[in-house]
Every structure is written in C-alpha cells, then in structure tokens.
Nanobody, 128 residues
Framework: QVQLVESGGGLVQAGGSLRLSCAAS????????LGWFRQHPGKEREFVSG????????YYSDSVKGRFTISRDNAKNTVYLQMNSLKPEDTANYYC?????????????????????WGQGTQVTVSS
C-alpha cells in the first residue's frame, strides 16, 4: 500500500514562493506517475501539475504554467512542487497523488480518477 505525506504548505504573501514536498512509502516509487492537485472550498479537486514515470515528462495547468515546477527525486521517494509568483487565487488545499499501477512511461495523467493513492493535503494560503 502506498502512503503519501505532503508538507511545505503555509501562509505567504502574493508574489512569494513555497515548495511543497510529498514523501511516498510502499512500492517502487520510480514506477509511479505522480501529480499535484488542489481544491478550493466548495469546488472540485483540480489538476495542477503532473510528472511521468520515471520523470522525463511534465505537464501543467494553464493557471500555473510558468510559475510552478514539478520535479521528483526517485532516490528519496519524493515529489516536489515549487511554486513561485504566488497569487491569492492559488489559495487552496494541495494534494499529491500517485498512480502506482499501470502507469505508462512518459505519460502524464491529469484526471483524479487516474490516481489511486492520495495524500492528506496541505493548505496553501496566499494573502494579497
């Protein structure tokens, strides 16, 4: 069973930066496709960024492209989301997700139903 634990959320002023981390345990991390999603209050969870197995392809939602960077360290079983130039609309609960079975090399999954493992979430609040 794959367990995911996010960290790095917090309160930051607009224009600032945060780096989220998600540590995984269980299974073979390098075989996972990974993603970051976020959820605003009262709204559905939305895709933010994803990275393929073993890590050469990335994809971003239009709302974060050019500001956020996803990366993974397969030796540390950790995926990161570097968030720069943060805006108040980035305020949300951020979730890390892993597709641990059936992931295709070089493919980035963007739908919540593509992932069977989820972290508990970490809150990001951006003040104006």
């Amino acid at each position: 069973q794959v367990q995911l634990v996010e960290s790095g959320g917090g309160l930051v002023q607009a224009g600032g930066s945060l780096r989220l981390s998600c540590a995984a345990s269980g299974g073979t991390f390098s075989t996972y496709a990974l993603g970051w999603f976020r959820q605003h209050p009262g709204k559905e969870r939305e895709f933010v960024s994803g990275i393929s197995r073993p890590g050469w392809r990335t994809y971003y939602s239009d709302s974060v492209k050019g500001r956020f960077t996803i990366s993974r360290d397969n030796a540390k079983n950790t995926v990161y989301l570097q968030m720069n130039s943060l805006k108040p609309e980035d305020t949300a609960n951020y979730y890390c997700a892993a597709r641990s079975t059936g992931a295709t090399d070089g493919y980035v999954y963007t739908e919540t139903q593509n992932y069977e493992n989820w972290g508990q979430g970490t809150q990001v609040t951006v003040s104006s």
